[in-house]
């Protein structure tokens, strides 16, 4: 239904988004999960033809967003991170203006405003004009004109932000009630948001995709491994080479904390508890070890380790190869 190949964007020097390929299939609700900066806003916009792409295409049912931008955009509604709301108007009046710029013909226009009215449950304040109105509402007038049309697919950028935790369940059932019937597109920092309501996370980070999958695989995917934290008054060279008779490491992140000492992040195999071996293997080097900690890996583990530093697990790694070539596989199958 919407395909993004190799997108890039560039602001000046600044590689935004850095050659995205993705697809979207209907009738699920995705989740583009990044911190602030990672680029999604900048591939929303490029994906509902607000912003030109410095290299790549966006295919929105067939249609090329550049090059058929009216066909593309009808299958479309979109929610901005800035919803560009007029305060000075009304409720009623903004959407019927949202309405008529969308091209719904004249005659369905009352009755389909009423009903997405009804849907984002603001027809008790159609009358009030939007300035007055809390941050809430004014995300559910957003919401409203993004729905009007009902279009396929629904895009919406950080569509919780700003909200109380009360405002924030309410659009959420919103959004569930919503993909009932479309497909939604999300955007969030958080990633507890994403996983409650997606069915599908696409991790984005310093502009490129570095995880796609279901919740429930990514959390498997990287949950049973285990890490284990050491500091010890070693060289990093020293910690490896002490490490290297230790079974069952998958791999090791060494920081140097200015001093002597460093610490040491080793990731377990699946299933494996390393921490006696880790022990004695020290011990026996004659080397002191100042902390020995396990923690789990949750997908917020995950999501850290994906966005906030370099790293890439290598379970990842290898999923987005085996992705690259079935993509290849599928190319290859097209051109015969
Ligand atoms: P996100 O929505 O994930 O927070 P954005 O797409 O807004 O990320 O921004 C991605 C990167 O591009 C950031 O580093 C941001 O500072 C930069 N950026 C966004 N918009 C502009 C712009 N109009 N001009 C220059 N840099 C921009
Ligand atoms: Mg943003």
């Given at each position: 239904m919407i395909e993004v190949r190799n997108l890039v964007k560039k602001y000046g020097?600044?590689?935004?988004?850095?050659h995205l390929n993705f697809k979207i299939?209907?009738?699920?609700i995705y989740g583009f999960l990044g911190p602030n900066g990672a680029g999604k806003s900048t591939t929303m916009n490029i994906m509902t033809g607000y912003l030109g792409?410095?290299?790549?295409?966006?295919?929105?049912?067939?249609?090329?967003?550049?090059?058929?931008?009216?066909?593309?955009k009808k299958h479309i509604g979109y929610l901005p991170e800035q919803p560009p709301l007029y305060m000075d108007m009304t409720v009623r009046e903004y959407l019927e203006f949202a309405a008529e710029l969308k091209g719904i013909k004249k005659a369905k226009r009352e009755d389909e405003i009423t009903e997405v009215e009804k849907l984002v449950k603001i027809k008790d304040v159609e009358h009030r004009l939007i300035k007055n109105l809390s941050k809430g509402y004014r995300q559910r007038v957003g919401l409203a004109q993004a729905v009007l049309g009902f279009p396929e697919i629904i895009i919406l950028d950080e569509p919780s932000v700003g909200l109380d935790p009360k405002q924030i369940i309410e659009i959420r059932e919103l959004i569930r009630k919503l993909a009932k019937k479309h497909t939604v597109i999300l955007s969030s920092h958080i990633l507890a948001e994403v996983r409650e309501v997606c069915d599908h996370i696409l991790i984005i980070s310093k502009g490129k995709l570095v995880a796609s999958d279901t919740p429930e695989n990514l959390e498997r995917l990287l949950g049973e491994h285990n890490t284990v934290e050491i500091e010890a008054d070693a060289s990093p060279s020293d910690i490896r080479l002490v490490l290297k008779s230790v079974p069952g490491i998958e791999r090791i992140e060494i920081k140097e904390n200015g001093e002597e000492a460093c610490t040491a992040l080793i990731h377990e195999k699946k299933g494996q508890?390393?921490?006696?071996?880790?022990?004695?293997?020290?011990?026996?080097?004659?080397?002191?070890?100042?902390?020995?900690?396990?923690?789990?890996?949750?997908l917020e583990d995950v999501f850290m380790e994906l966005t906030q530093k370099d790293i890439i697990p290598e379970a990842l790694t290898k999923k987005a190869e085996e992705l690259e070539q079935e993509e290849e596989v599928q190319e290859d199958a097209g051109d015969l």
């Open positions: 020097n600044h590689l935004a988004v850095d299939e209907s009738g699920r792409a410095t290299e790549g295409e966006v295919f929105i049912g067939g249609h090329n967003i550049l090059k058929e931008p009216e066909e593309a508890d390393v921490r006696g071996h880790i022990f004695r293997a020290f011990a026996s080097a004659g080397i002191p070890l100042l902390t020995l900690k396990a923690s789990g890996t949750t």
